[in-house]
């Protein structure tokens, strides 16, 4: 029988959860994880739609090869979410009325 490990104290739970969790400072409204999902399709649609551009009208071996390096030198589109800060730091911050500098991210 495995062992039990021992209960965590409340002032524990609240510590774990204080660096645990997380909250979006980039202003975004709380149904902007759904935007995230969103942006992250949008991105990879539009490379894979700039990928089958590129490839269509190649049609002899010789003019792929020069739409393969095209492709393959084409520099992807990205998209990269502001990373969320620990709610001990959200807290913090809050507490002191300090402003986000969102550019340091």
Avoid: C, H
Avoid at 40 to 60: E, H, M, Q, S, T
């Amino acid at each position: 029988m495995p062992k039990r490990e021992r209960s965590q104290t409340p002032q524990q739970k609240k510590a774990l959860s204080l660096a645990r969790d997380g909250r979006n400072v980039y202003g975004e409204s709380n149904r902007s994880r759904r935007a995230v999902r969103l942006r992250k399709r949008l991105v990879n649609r539009a490379n894979r739609r700039a990928g089958a551009v590129l490839l269509a009208p190649a049609r002899d071996p010789e003019q792929a090869e020069v739409v393969e390096i095209r492709l393959v030198t084409r520099r992807s589109k990205t998209w990269r979410k502001v990373p969320d800060v620990s709610l001990a730091e959200f807290l913090a911050r809050r507490k002191t009325g300090t402003r986000w500098d969102l550019r340091q991210r």
